[in-house]
């Protein structure tokens, strides 16, 4: 166990990964097809961009807040664009079903992995880039 407490000082770039990751991906192919989203979620195409905007900005605030303790602020300012995606996201489309799997009644899948992001992105704004032995 000591050996692997070695590393525990760079655990949350796996979190940071994931998570920058897909908002990234998720936020510059939105803004590549800013009308195709907009009518999809029939939302306006200027909360449409705000809403790719805030995945790709937030997935780019919590992998570049991990480079310095000081910007802390960066990493909690990157979840904080995330969660109301999340929470979009689950309650618009997602609700009502658990699995991720695509089904009749929900094609885009239900809120599994969504919850996963959301509870990932509350723990960088809860924790921002203290780790757990500093508190």
């Known amino acids: 166990m000591k050996a692997l407490n070695n590393y525990a000082h760079i655990a949350h770039w796996f979190l940071r990964f994931a998570l920058a990751s897909v908002f990234i991906y998720h936020g510059l192919d939105k803004i590549g097809n800013l009308g195709g989203f907009a009518e999809m979620t029939e939302m306006p195409v200027a909360m449409a961009f705000i809403v790719a ?4 900005l937030g997935g780019i605030f919590i992998f570049v807040g991990g480079f310095k303790i000081d910007w802390d602020w960066m990493t909690r300012l990157g979840a904080l664009l995330i969660i109301p995606i999340m929470l979009g996201a689950i309650f618009m489309v997602h609700w009502g079903q658990w699995s991720f799997m695509a089904t009749e009644t929900h094609p ?6 969504q919850v996963t992001l959301l509870l990932i992105s509350l723990y960088f704004l809860l924790n921002g880039n203290h780790s757990a032995n500093e508190v």
């Open 108 to 113: 885009m899948g239900g809120m599994e992995f």
């Open 53 to 56: 905007l805030f995945e790709t």
